[in-house]
Nanobody, 125 residues
Framework: QLQLVESGGGVVQPGGSLRLSCAAS????????IAWFRQAPGKEREGVAC????????TYSDSVRGRFTISRDNAKNTVYLQMRSLQLEDTAIYSC??????????????????WGQGTQVTVSS
């Protein structure tokens, strides 16, 4: 079955950049929409970015739009989240999740799964 593993997290100063990866194993990722979520301490999990199976549709939360870019390389079975101009408020555990269609990118969270284990992003001065 499909499994997802996130990587690329770390500690960065405000204004810095990080690139997160969501790598799939078990089967190919090309039929799945993929979304990035994050959860900061004391806060609820929120959707950050989403990309359709072919990469033609992307969506972003208001807080990251213009700073984050989601992309995918289906040949490498990997989805990326390029984060720029990172802010203190971006500190969170970032997780990726698979969905059956691009409807997930518009708020339909039914049948989402599997999830990756998450990777920690810490923005600190």
């Amino acid at each position: 079955q499909l499994q997802l593993v996130e990587s690329g997290g770390g500690v960065v100063q405000p204004g810095g950049s990080l690139r997160l990866s969501c790598a799939a194993s078990g089967t190919t990722l090309d039929k799945n929409a993929i979304a990035w979520f994050r959860q900061a301490p004391g806060k609820e999990r929120e959707g950050v970015a989403c990309i359709s199976s072919g990469g033609g549709t992307t969506t972003y939360s208001d807080s990251v739009r213009g700073r984050f870019t989601i992309s995918r390389d289906n040949a490498k079975n990997t989805v990326y989240l390029q984060m720029r101009s990172l802010q203190l408020e971006d500190t969170a555990i970032y997780s990726c999740a698979a969905g059956p269609s691009g409807a997930m990118c518009y708020g339909d969270l039914a049948d989402i799964g599997p999830w990756g284990q998450g990777t920690q992003v810490t923005v600190s001065s």
